[in-house]
């Protein structure tokens, strides 16, 4: 466990020096990854402005759910990111995966350490920006539950996106390539909770709180921290599920290591 | 000088009434067209994930718009439509991203393409022209039909109708073309280009109202888009088709989207007259 954890500190480090080498390209592809956030979440914040919010929800509200959900997903992005099932397939069809699994050393560090895409700062950096923002116009009446829960909502969103990549990575392992529909699941997922679950269709609702249960780590608790007025319809374990729907990335680690023991190579 | 095909599809195309340019255009059109075509189950695939994001998309949207009857001329109707258009057009154009021609200039695979007895800017053109006649029908007609079938959207009423919204889609292909181009020729100067490509498409989806129809936005946002020339190649189509632009209206919107289209193809000829200048193929 020790060395895995030493080997997996080794590659990243390897990693991010690699990134580091050309500066310029290094600080253009974090500001684009940056800008992309501030122009998305730019158009929302000019209309919700112009038209005074969405179903009820005011643009800092909004906000919040928009902050939280591009940090966690944009550090997910950066630390899970040999997962990204695009990337992973690439090495499941030109059987560079076949070379990780010679290698005697734990085969989940060796991808995660596979890449590591320090551009994300600049998502991540955006995405503080707006929860910052968020947390100062919405004056939340902090308790301290409140504050003590709050990184626990945001590490389980974090892990919950993560175990979402490598459901999407074991399965191109039967697919070789990786599967558009996977999209649905990660990026649906991270759009869906930018705005109030009330806005969609009631089987978007359902999908996303049954299959993809990932309204319990974002809309839930985020009635709890803002008090919003749809926290009394809703059960009120509701808003607490979230560290349970983040132990979810276990089940997806188990479906890994069920992949990886069917896995057959494509031979090239 | 003669060109022959392997497909045996020569005798019967209308490029041998053209000019040998014309013909060599054409030629390259089809090679395009059939590649691209072979990618028939990625267009399948690609639905199921289209129409959930357009649903995802739609109702944002819908929610803003709330209990009101409509929004700057955009009711229900035509905010399915505006979701169902702007997301069949997302491949014709390129929208999420178009890196060919950069990675030709860092693979070295550009020193052949110069060498082509053509002018390399239409060379482009003709293989993007075959790739976005695909998008069209394999992805933008299946995807509208899908849409009309789900939701009530408005359509075109006449046969005028129908042929602006034609001229308006091919010069939208023309605008999108050179602005890629262009924003392609950075390989030239920088080594690292992708980011610069990023950043230019992430600009494209603001002002061309493919994040929020520009009559959403203040005023002053809306005169600023149309400044740029990305609104004609989205938005208007979105205002042609659902019947907002019309009378003389319609006819300038054509006439700028074409100004625009020739400005930027010809700023592509300048530009990359510079850019080759600076070429240096490593290895072979």
Known sequence: MWHTLLLYRRLMSVQMRSQMQYRTAFVLETLST??????????????????????GWTLAEVAFLYGMSETAFGFMDMIFAGFDPPVFGQHVRRGTFD?????????????MGSEFTLRRLGKIALGVAIFAFAVQANQIIWTPLKLAYLPIVMFSLFLFFGGLFIIGATITFWTVDSI?????????????????????????????????????????????FLDRPELAEAPPFAPFLSPVVGIGLLLALRFWHFGIRRYQSTGT | MTFHSTTGR???CPSQYLYPTMRLFWEFTVRSFQRHLTYRAAAVAGLVTNFFFGILRVSVLLAILGEQESIEGYGRAELFTYMALTQAIITYLSLFGWYDLMNAVHSGEIATDLLKPMGFVSFWLARDVGRAAVALLLRGVVIMALYSLFFDMVHPTSVAQVTAVAVSLILALLISFG???LLNLSAFWSPNARGIGRFGFTISWF???????????????????????????LNVIVEIYTGQLTGPALWQTLCIQLLWGLLLFTLAHVTLRTAVKRLVILGG
């Open chain 1, 34 to 55: 940056a800008v992309i956030v501030a122009v998305e979440f730019g158009s929302v914040a000019l209309v919700l402005n112009r038209f005074g919010g969405i179903q």
């Open chain 1, 99 to 111: 070379q990780l699994l010679l290698r005697p050393v734990n085969i989940t560090a060796q991808v």
């Open chain 2, 207 to 233: 002002f061309s109202g493919f994040l929020m129809p520009l009559a959403f936005f203040p005023a002053w946002v809306q005169q600023i888009a149309y400044l740029t020339p990305f609104p004609y190649a």
């Open chain 2, 179 to 181: 602005f890629r181009f």
């Open chain 1, 180 to 224: 558009e529909v996977m999209n649905i699941l990660t990026y649906g997922s991270s759009f869906t909770i930018d705005y109030p679950m009330t806005i969609y269709p009631d089987w978007i609702r359902r999908f996303f709180t049954f299959v993809v249960p990932v309204i319990f780590l974002s809309y839930y608790p985020a009635l709890y």
């Open chain 2, 10 to 12: 020569i005798a019967r």
